[in-house]
């Protein structure tokens, strides 16, 4: 059974930053994309950024410029740096991974509040 373990959240200021950490275990091996969705209260799951093997990119415009996602292949991890924090980034971030065979993971989420 795969687990998607993420860490990082809490509390930060507007401005401020915060770095989400997510390991998947065991480690998945035919991997092909790992990435962060987020859900605010009243609103559904969107997708802020993911990351394919080969270290293609994709990130959702509220967050281009902002937040940058990485990831080890080895470790099966994958990163999400949140700079320049608005209240609105207020979420719940969940990790998720898909395999080349189309089954897919998540995380259990990690909360994230902006706020002054």
């Known amino acids: 059974q795969v687990q998607l373990v993420e860490s990082g959240g809490g509390l930060v200021q507007p401005g401020g930053s915060l770095r989400l950490s997510c390991v998947a275990s065991p480690i998945i091996a035919n991997i092909y994309a790992m990435g962060w969705y987020r859900q605010a209260p009243g609103k559904q799951r969107e997708l802020v950024a993911s990351i394919t093997s080969g270290g293609s990119t994709m990130y959702a415009d509220s967050v281009k410029g902002r937040f940058t996602i990485s990831r080890d292949n080895a470790k099966n991890t994958v990163y999400l740096q949140m700079n320049n924090q608005k209240t609105e980034n207020t979420a719940v971030y969940y990790c998720?991974?898909?395999?080349?065979?189309?089954?897919?993971?998540w995380g259990k989420g990690t909360l994230v509040t902006v706020s002054s």
């Open positions: 998720h991974a898909e395999e080349l065979n189309g089954m897919d993971y």
